[in-house]
């Protein structure tokens, strides 16, 4: 709990109670040292104290009650087996304000979150609104734009949601790519062989994947081709079916990578090209293929586009405001 209490400004005070029927959960609720207490305190001007199983919070009448939402959200992750850390409060804190997120962190529902994705390794629920309207978007449309900044968890929540249905069996492959901008797909000069060549621009497809799945599954799915990984040079000239395939870092590719891309779409697949038009490192950036594509297909059914903003980082808080300050004017 915090040691000190901040001013207490003019206007209504509200003081609320919770007790809490797991006290072995108190502990990682509140953090070490009480860190996800101050947290809250800091974000949203109330005062938090414990005694025993019980909390008190006190404030302005409508933060106080988002400081309630928020300890019970947090309460009701791990009653659920699931860990919380600096992001997940982060987040929590930053949802609470959304009053249409209901079954995600509202306090009244028990139940596990609406929407979420199972994987074998993690449970994920979204972190922003963006990220729900997004988990739904993957679960109900074939072809979804996820468009932001780094930070947002467009590819991450893009591959679990791939390795669920790989696992479940809705889909026979995982196929991920990316564009090889850094060295213009022209590979050849460097060392190694193709795979050693390559990997450096995909590794954090393969970070995503590894904290889904078991290191042993994802070598061994690799293996048998059920997941693939690899530059999108390498789609030319294929129909991709029964597949769930991802395109990172889209807007790298040209107009005529995209169509290409694009037109790769089978039957029985469903497809995510996630990107930050704002960080385009093509020679001419007003020539992106994820800008063109956008522009050509927002609004045909069974195609969604998702947009994020810095609001809806999920890294450390930092980072969130160094993308809305890059977003604005140079001084």
């Known amino acids: 709990m915090a040691q000190k209490k901040a001013a207490e400004p003019a206007g209504p ?8 029927e797991q006290p072995h959960l108190l502990g990682p609720l509140f953090g070490e040292f009480d860190r996800n207490l101050v947290a809250i305190e800091d974000r949203l ?48 804190i930053a949802m609470s304000g959304e009053p249409t997120l209901e079954g995600i962190i509202a306090p009244e529902v028990a139940e596990p979150p609406k929407v979420m994705i199972r994987t074998r390794k993690k449970t994920i629920v979204p972190r922003s609104k963006a990220q729900a309207v997004y988990m739904e978007a993957l679960a109900r449309d074939d072809m979804i734009f996820a468009l932001g900044p780094a930070g947002t968890g467009k590819t991450y929540v893009a591959v679990a ?16 790519s990316r564009p090889a901008v850094e060295a213009g797909e022209r590979l050849g000069f460097l060392p190694g062989d193709m795979k050693e060549k390559v990997d450096p621009y995909l590794r954090p497809l393969y970070d995503a994947l590894y904290d889904m799945l ?14 693939e990984i690899a530059p999108i040079a390498f789609m030319r000239g294929r129909t991709l079916s029964d597949a769930f395939v991802i395109l990172d870092e889209a807007q790298n590719t040209t ?12 039957m029985r697949s469903r497809m995510v090209i996630c990107g930050d038009p704002n960080q385009v490192d ?11 594509a956008v522009g050509r297909l ?12 810095a609001g809806d980082v999920v890294r450390h808080p930092l980072v969130g405001r160094i993308v809305e300050a890059y977003e604005g004017p140079a001084e």
């Open 255 to 266: 107009p005529m990578q995209m169509k290409m891309f694009l037109t790769r779409f089978g």
């Open 45 to 92: 001007g109330v005062y938090i104290a414990a005694r025993g199983a019980k909390v008190q919070i006190e404030g302005d009448p409508h933060e106080a009650a988002r400081a309630r939402q928020v300890l019970l959200g947090l309460y009701n992750r791990l009653d659920e087996g699931q860990d919380i850390d600096a992001e997940t409060v982060n987040a929590i």
């Open 298 to 309: 927002e609004g045909i059914a069974r195609i969604a586009t998702v947009r994020f903003g």
């Open 282 to 292: 093509l020679p001419d950036p007003g020539k992106s293929g994820l800008h063109d």
């Open 214 to 227: 078991p290191t042993e599954q994802v070598e061994r799915r690799i293996a048998s081709g059920e997941i």
């Open 161 to 176: 949601q791939a390795v669920q249905q790989l696992i479940g069996g809705s889909v026979d492959r995982l196929i991920l």
């Open 13 to 20: 005070r509200a003081r609320l109670e919770i007790e809490f």
